[in-house]
């Protein structure tokens, strides 16, 4: 197990992700907007790897014009890009992005433009977790225990995101929220107690009142299909039916399935 440091205490917390059904990629982009803008989500992305934008701008510029609205869209996001801090990106260029690239994905599976071969250093971690993996094949995101594992291989997009706060949420979806974490907590509570004398029920409880942070990648498989698909870690465990219940929300507004997997 992993360790990981929350709201003062230490606990023993897995993974768990979540994966998005693309049925139309050349409207991929207008499907993920309307995700992340389902009122789900504080509004602020950022990238957790900018090169797939630099790789995808020098593509485009040899096929499009400079007016297109594609390339106005990367010059934007990579405008962006700084030494110092993790890039942002807006709904709207991202919309525009991901359809085009939807709408392209064999001739940039072609040309191999999301492929990344393993480091050194993976290859020996692989091999010490007995995984195997070869750049251009299938990634089933689930053989991989944690996120730094996983190999970038064909990712196009990788974001950081975060649930909004409880406090964001309908009357009625404050309400079930605030059930589902009461249940974590009473569960955990009958199974021990934390190490200061609160009760976990309490500790838990507080976790409504932060965002709650989550990866978001959007992936070109071997045969031109795309994936969606993200993580979280924090109490993973303790509040699964917390993070799923506002996913599945956000999926419903968008029109979306979404679905699920504890990584032990």
Same mark, same amino acid.
């Given at each position: 197990?992993?360790?990981a440091?929350?709201?003062?205490?230490?606990?023993?917390?897995?993974?768990?992700?979540?994966?998005?059904?693309?049925?139309?990629?050349?409207?991929?982009?207008?499907?993920m907007?309307?995700?992340?803008?389902?009122?789900?989500?504080?509004?602020?992305?950022?990238?957790?790897?900018?090169?797939?934008?630099?790789?995808?701008?020098?593509?485009?510029?040899?096929?499009e014009?400079?007016?297109?609205?594609m390339?106005?869209?990367?010059?934007?996001?990579?405008?962006?890009?700084?030494?110092?801090?993790?890039?942002?990106?807006g709904? !709207?260029?991202?919309e525009?992005?991901?359809?085009y690239? =939807?709408?392209?994905?064999?001739? $940039? *599976?072609?040309?191999? &433009?999301? +492929?990344?071969?393993?480091?050194?250093?993976?290859?020996?971690?692989?091999?010490?977790?007995?995984?195997?993996?070869?750049?251009?094949?299938?990634?089933?995101?689930?053989?991989?225990?944690?996120?730094?594992?996983?190999?970038?291989?064909?990712?196009?997009?990788?974001?950081?995101?975060?649930?909004?706060?409880?406090?964001?949420?309908?009357?009625?979806?404050r309400?079930?929220?605030?059930?589902?974490?009461r249940?974590?907590?009473? !569960?955990?509570?009958?199974?021990?107690?934390?190490?200061? =004398?609160?009760?976990?029920?309490? $500790? *838990?409880?507080?976790? &409504?009142? +932060?965002?709650?942070?989550?990866?978001?990648?959007?992936?070109?498989?071997?045969?031109?299909t795309?994936?969606?698909?993200?993580?979280w870690?924090?109490?993973?465990?303790?509040?699964y039916?917390?993070?799923?219940?506002?996913?599945?929300?956000?999926?419903?507004?968008?029109?979306?399935?979404?679905?699920?997997?504890?990584?032990?």
């Amino acid at each position: 197990m992993l360790r990981a440091r929350w709201s003062g205490y230490e606990i023993d917390s897995s993974e768990a992700a979540y994966k998005v059904k693309v049925k139309d990629p050349a409207h991929m982009g207008t499907l993920m907007r309307a995700f992340l803008g389902s009122g789900y989500f504080v509004r602020s992305f950022y990238h957790l790897s900018e090169v797939q934008m630099e790789r995808l701008q020098e593509w485009v510029a040899q096929r499009e014009p400079p007016e297109a609205k594609m390339r106005q869209a990367l010059d934007k996001v990579i405008s962006k890009f700084s030494d110092t801090r993790w890039s942002r990106i807006g709904v !709207r260029n991202l919309e525009t992005i991901l359809n085009y690239v =939807g709408q392209h994905a064999q001739e $940039l *599976l072609d040309d191999q &433009l999301f +492929r990344f071969e393993l480091t050194d250093e993976e290859r020996e971690q692989y091999a010490d977790l007995d995984i195997e993996f070869e750049p251009g094949s299938f990634l089933d995101e689930t053989d991989f225990y944690s996120e730094g594992e996983m190999p970038m291989d064909g990712v196009v997009m990788a974001l950081g995101c975060a649930l909004v706060k409880a406090e964001k949420l309908t009357p009625g979806e404050r309400r079930e929220t605030r059930q589902i974490v009461r249940r974590a907590g009473r !569960r955990m509570d009958r199974f021990e107690r934390p190490f200061f =004398g609160e009760r976990w029920v309490d $500790l *838990l409880a507080s976790s &409504l009142e +932060r965002s709650m942070n989550i990866s978001l990648r959007v992936r070109l498989n071997p045969d031109a299909t795309f994936s969606v698909t993200g993580r979280w870690m924090e109490d993973g465990q303790f509040l699964y039916d917390y993070y799923s219940y506002l996913l599945e929300q956000a999926a419903e507004k968008a029109g979306a399935q979404v679905g699920f997997d504890m990584i032990y």
